[in-house]
């Protein structure tokens, strides 16, 4: 059994809180179901995200009208995350992700359905958008606050690596490509392999073994408001994990724009089909594939400040390429760049996370840490539509280019080897409490 890790909640102090045992000798099937679902899902995920903005190019030529697809499934980020974390850190979270899962399943065959009758508009896909975007905020963040539980420290490192590279690889690399060849034969194959994969991934969580309900503190149970502050409260009171917040709300800011753009970019300016386009949107996921190969090679080798810090040029590259040119090969190596720097700056993080943070309070601060970097995502690709209709697409991607710039300084300033040595040795005392986190074996 691992030890109890500190309770991360700013507002526990003075409180008796009781807290969860650690995971037990079940962390090697544990690591392999959860690399499962997440592949599997993922999977799924990729397909969906090349499916609906491509159904969108049938029905309009407008940069606005089409990024709004991709500005839909992430603005629930925006908007749920925060109650999300708090719903996360009061329930069972594996029967979360069969909630989340269930949803996933109606709405992808709603579609098929409405494909199938030739009745499918941009409200429907709107609309589906922002359901599925609900069921991945809840998902993720349930899979994230489930680690802890389900794998003991010493495997959390080597997890999260393989769940880091099973998203990259199947949801930008295997999936898109995958979408890709079938939404070239039919949407409808490509919305039946969506709702497949859904489906196995539900059947998957029946083998994950342990408990998943998380500890709660013992008297008057806190109101939604005051849980919710916890979790913003936390979050701001760890000067690494604000910056790493604040970080990529800039840098998913980036990713929204390309990925709401470039389905119209790809189709339209770069002459590429829906196959061509897939193929494109793989080279994010073979960037991820490689960064999650070397990852602990270039931790070793550079230190883990300096790969992190390396990801804010990564995803420059990104940005960066579609702004000067629309050269397959350019644009497809700037994608490679940004997938993975991606990953890279994932699995670490997710470490440093796991170091500082207790299960107790795991939902609430992966909520309040996505809401403002995922939840940058939708804001990324709706001033991106905008900008692109008014001034063209590569303004949008000029002005996103130069906004990565700005995070050179804070990072340097705050993300120290100095910091990181005292997170990894144990010596960080988490606000709100006494006890430091048990430092990572």
Known sequence: MGDPTVVGNAASAGRAVTTTPGPSDSSGRNTVVLVVITAITNLADGVT????????????NSPFQISAVSLTL????????????????????????????????????????????????LPLLYIGGLILGVAEVIALTAATAVVPDAVAPPGRQRINTWMAGAETVCNEFAGPLLGGLLVVVGASFALGGTAAGYVV??????????????ARPEGKPESLNSQIRDGLSFLWGQPVLRLMALVLTILCACWGVWL????????????????????????LGVGGLFGALVVSTVNRWLGRQFVMFANIFLTLALVLMPAVTTNLVAVAAGAFCGGMGGTLWSINARTIAQQLVSSEMMG?????????????????????????????????????SVATLTLILPFL???????LAKIDAGDVAVRGTETAPEPEK
């Not at 300033?413 to 910091?419: G, P, S, V």
């Open 49 to 60: 995200k090349i499916a609906f903005p491509l159904m969108a190019t049938t029905l309009t």
């Open 74 to 121: 992430t603005l629930p980020w925006l908007l749920a995350a925060l109650h999300v974390g708090v719903l996360v850190d009061r329930v069972d979270r594996r029967k979360l992700l069969w909630l989340a899962n269930i949803a996933r399943v109606i709405v992808v065959l709603g579609v098929l359905a409405a494909n199938a009758a030739g009745a499918v508009t």
């Open 201 to 214: 991934g539900m059947v998957a969580l029946l083998f994950l073994v342990g408990k998943f309900r998380p």
């Open 260 to 283: 709401g753009l470039m389905p119209l970019v790809a189709t339209q300016q770069m002459g590429l089909d829906a196959s061509g386009y897939g193929i494109l949107l793989s080279a």
């Open 364 to 400: 609430r601060y992966s909520a309040a840490a996505k809401m403002f970097s995922w939840g940058s995502f939708p804001v990324g690709a709706g001033l991106a539509g905008v900008l692109a209709e008014w001034f063209g697409t590569q303004v949008a991607f000029w002005i996103f």
């Open 413 to 419: 300033r705050i993300f120290t080897a100095e910091a």
